[in-house]
């Protein structure tokens, strides 16, 4: 079983986000990845939820692998029971405001993801 933390902290560079995911079950557990990409995380208006009532997502303000190349070749990651990993990004430059962000591992067949919400004056 696969537990996600978020931490966003502003600093004078943006947004540093640190996503952690810990394996909290007793087996091991194996993170495949298609990319090199090991996480995403999107920003959101902290205002209502991700998921909008009528299913649709709410409007994204920023995605950090939006525009971005990740190498092309498959990996992995393996977490000992207790083991844990942080995937880091910086979102520069964010608008005023309070916005609700959302990180996410990458790994296929894996949903770990976790919220945190950051003001930005």
Do not use: C, K
Not at 47 to 59: F, L, M, Q, T
């Amino acid at each position: 079983m696969l537990e996600a933390a978020l931490a966003a902290t502003r600093t004078d560079d943006g947004v540093a986000l640190s996503l952690r995911i810990e394996n909290a079950g007793q087996e091991r557990v194996t993170l495949d990845f298609r990319t090199g990409q090991r996480a995403e995380f999107t920003a959101y208006p902290a205002e209502g939820d991700v998921a909008e009532s009528d299913g649709s997502r709410a409007e994204t303000v920023w995605r950090y692998g939006a525009g971005r190349m990740f190498t092309q070749a498959l990996g992995s990651e393996t977490l000992a029971p207790g083991g844990a990993v942080e995937y880091e990004a910086t979102w520069p430059d964010p608008p005023s405001g309070t916005h609700r962000v959302v990180g996410e591992v990458t790994a296929t067949e894996r949903d770990a993801r976790a919220e945190s919400v950051v003001d930005v004056a």
